[in-house]
Protein backbone atom coordinates (compact mmCIF):
# COMPACT_ATOMS: atom_id res chain seq x y z
CA UNK A 1 0.00 0.00 0.00
CA UNK A 2 1.72 3.12 -1.54
CA UNK A 3 1.72 5.99 1.53
CA UNK A 4 2.65 9.59 1.65
CA UNK A 5 3.24 11.36 4.94
CA UNK A 6 3.57 15.26 5.21
CA UNK A 7 5.10 17.50 7.66
CA UNK A 8 6.87 20.42 8.39
CA UNK A 9 4.07 22.81 7.93
CA UNK A 10 3.24 25.50 9.98
CA UNK A 11 2.85 29.24 10.57
CA UNK A 12 5.40 32.00 9.69
CA UNK A 13 5.88 35.37 8.74
CA UNK A 14 6.34 36.75 5.36
CA UNK A 15 9.98 36.29 4.15
CA UNK A 16 10.77 33.18 6.65
CA UNK A 17 11.47 29.68 5.38
CA UNK A 18 10.05 26.60 5.70
CA UNK A 19 10.82 23.04 4.83
CA UNK A 20 8.32 19.95 4.44
CA UNK A 21 9.14 16.86 4.27
CA UNK A 22 7.24 13.57 2.39
CA UNK A 23 7.47 10.30 3.36
CA UNK A 24 7.17 7.66 0.46
CA UNK A 25 6.68 3.73 1.64
CA UNK A 26 4.70 1.31 -0.48
CA UNK A 27 6.75 2.17 -4.06
CA UNK A 28 9.12 -0.48 -4.77
CA UNK A 29 9.45 1.09 -8.68
CA UNK A 30 12.93 2.98 -8.59
CA UNK A 31 11.99 4.93 -11.90
CA UNK A 32 9.25 7.66 -10.11
CA UNK A 33 8.10 11.29 -10.19
CA UNK A 34 7.50 13.17 -7.14
CA UNK A 35 5.74 16.34 -6.69
CA UNK A 36 4.61 19.43 -4.42
CA UNK A 37 1.11 20.28 -5.10
CA UNK A 38 -0.98 23.14 -2.97
CA UNK A 39 -4.29 24.36 -2.86
CA UNK A 40 -5.47 27.83 -1.38
CA UNK A 41 -9.26 28.23 0.11
CA UNK A 42 -11.16 29.01 -2.45
CA UNK A 43 -8.99 28.05 -4.95
CA UNK A 44 -7.86 25.08 -7.37
CA UNK A 45 -5.22 23.01 -6.76
CA UNK A 46 -1.50 23.89 -8.15
CA UNK A 47 1.35 22.22 -9.11
CA UNK A 48 4.57 23.61 -6.66
CA UNK A 49 7.31 21.82 -8.31
CA UNK A 50 8.29 17.97 -9.44
CA UNK A 51 11.50 15.73 -9.51
CA UNK A 52 11.90 12.84 -10.99
CA UNK A 53 14.00 9.90 -8.94
CA UNK A 54 17.64 10.24 -8.79
CA UNK A 55 17.16 14.05 -8.86
CA UNK A 56 18.39 14.49 -12.61
CA UNK A 57 15.37 16.77 -13.32
CA UNK A 58 13.25 19.07 -11.68
CA UNK A 59 10.35 21.69 -12.71
CA UNK A 60 8.87 24.21 -10.96
CA UNK A 61 5.65 26.57 -11.29
CA UNK A 62 6.68 30.14 -12.11
CA UNK A 63 5.31 31.59 -8.77
CA UNK A 64 7.93 29.55 -6.45
CA UNK A 65 11.06 29.49 -9.31
CA UNK A 66 14.15 31.20 -7.35
CA UNK A 67 12.52 30.63 -3.77
CA UNK A 68 11.32 26.93 -3.48
CA UNK A 69 13.85 23.85 -4.13
CA UNK A 70 12.43 20.32 -4.47
CA UNK A 71 15.08 17.62 -3.29
CA UNK A 72 14.92 13.82 -2.30
CA UNK A 73 16.85 11.48 -0.19
CA UNK A 74 16.56 7.76 -1.90
CA UNK A 75 18.22 6.40 1.49
CA UNK A 76 15.50 7.69 3.49
CA UNK A 77 12.73 7.75 1.19
CA UNK A 78 12.12 11.32 1.61
CA UNK A 79 11.21 14.36 -0.84
CA UNK A 80 11.46 17.83 0.69
CA UNK A 81 10.67 21.31 -0.33
CA UNK A 82 12.58 24.08 1.15
CA UNK A 83 10.61 27.43 0.76
CA UNK A 84 12.49 30.49 1.38
CA UNK A 85 11.38 33.93 1.22
CA UNK A 86 7.75 33.15 1.98
CA UNK A 87 4.89 35.54 1.06
CA UNK A 88 1.54 35.63 2.22
CA UNK A 89 0.02 33.96 -1.00
CA UNK A 90 2.03 30.96 -0.58
CA UNK A 91 -0.52 29.90 2.49
CA UNK A 92 -2.27 26.59 1.15
CA UNK A 93 -2.39 23.19 2.20
CA UNK A 94 0.72 21.45 0.59
CA UNK A 95 0.43 17.89 -0.76
CA UNK A 96 2.97 15.48 -1.52
CA UNK A 97 1.97 13.50 -4.75
CA UNK A 98 3.73 10.56 -7.25
CA UNK A 99 3.25 9.01 -9.91
CA UNK A 100 5.28 5.72 -11.41
CA UNK A 101 4.53 7.84 -15.16
CA UNK A 102 8.21 9.28 -14.84
CA UNK A 103 7.36 11.01 -17.59
CA UNK A 104 4.45 13.17 -15.80
CA UNK A 105 7.77 15.15 -14.38
CA UNK A 106 7.40 17.57 -17.16
CA UNK A 107 3.97 18.64 -15.80
CA UNK A 108 2.04 18.83 -13.03
CA UNK A 109 -0.78 16.33 -15.11
CA UNK A 110 -1.98 12.92 -13.52
CA UNK A 111 -0.17 12.12 -10.40
CA UNK A 112 -2.12 9.00 -9.05
CA UNK A 113 -0.61 8.89 -4.93
CA UNK A 114 -1.75 11.02 -2.86
CA UNK A 115 -0.44 12.35 0.61
CA UNK A 116 -3.31 14.04 3.16
CA UNK A 117 -1.54 17.77 3.10
CA UNK A 118 -0.13 19.93 5.52
CA UNK A 119 -0.95 23.53 6.14
CA UNK A 120 1.64 26.75 5.38
CA UNK A 121 0.18 29.94 7.16
CA UNK A 122 2.35 33.09 5.96
CA UNK A 123 1.75 35.96 8.12
CA UNK A 124 2.35 39.80 6.57
Known amino acids: QVQLMESGGGSVQAGGSLRLSCAVS????????MAWFRQAPGKEREGVAT????????YYADSVKGRFTISQDNAKNTVYLQMNSLKPEDTAMYYC?????????????????WGQGTQVTVAS
Open 97 to 113: AATLEWYRCTSFSDFNY
Open 51 to 58: ILSGGSYT
Open 26 to 33: GITNSRKC
